[in-house]
């Protein structure tokens, strides 16, 4: 199983943007698909999830300007991103969740300027 991450990048606060996450080799149904970060020097924190129903999850640091959702028919889910803060600057890795285990991105960097 592979994840590729892709859409980090650098961008102004208040600002948006959109991470996506494409998993392949799986033939089995996702259970889950997620996001993480991990800023310098502080502790990975889980950002967002999506069920394979729909079903959605938020860290309350994102919480209303965040959304997650999950395209179940190319195994890809996206995290929008809007009203960034620097505090938002971190490694985003994504992960998805199946029946096997969990597997995980290499991480995308999103650094957002003051």
């Known amino acids: 199983v592979q994840l590729v991450e892709s859409g980090g990048g650098l961008v102004q606060a208040g600002g948006s943007l959109r991470l996506s996450c494409a998993a392949s080799?799986?033939?089995?149904?996702?259970?889950?698909m997620g996001w993480y970060r991990q800023a310098p020097g502080k502790q990975r924190e889980l950002v967002a999830t999506?069920?394979?129903?729909?079903?959605?999850d938020y860290a309350d640091s994102v919480k209303g300007r965040a959304t997650i959702s999950m395209d179940n028919a190319k195994n890809t889910e996206y995290l929008l991103m809007n009203r960034l803060k620097p505090e938002d600057t971190a490694v985003y890795y994504c992960?998805?969740?199946?029946?096997?285990?969990?597997?995980w991105g290499q991480g995308t960097q999103v650094t957002v300027s003051t």
């Open positions: 999506v069920t394979g129903e729909g079903d959605t």
């Open positions: 080799g799986t033939t089995f149904s996702i259970n889950t």
């Open positions: 992960y998805m969740r199946d029946w096997t285990g969990t597997y």
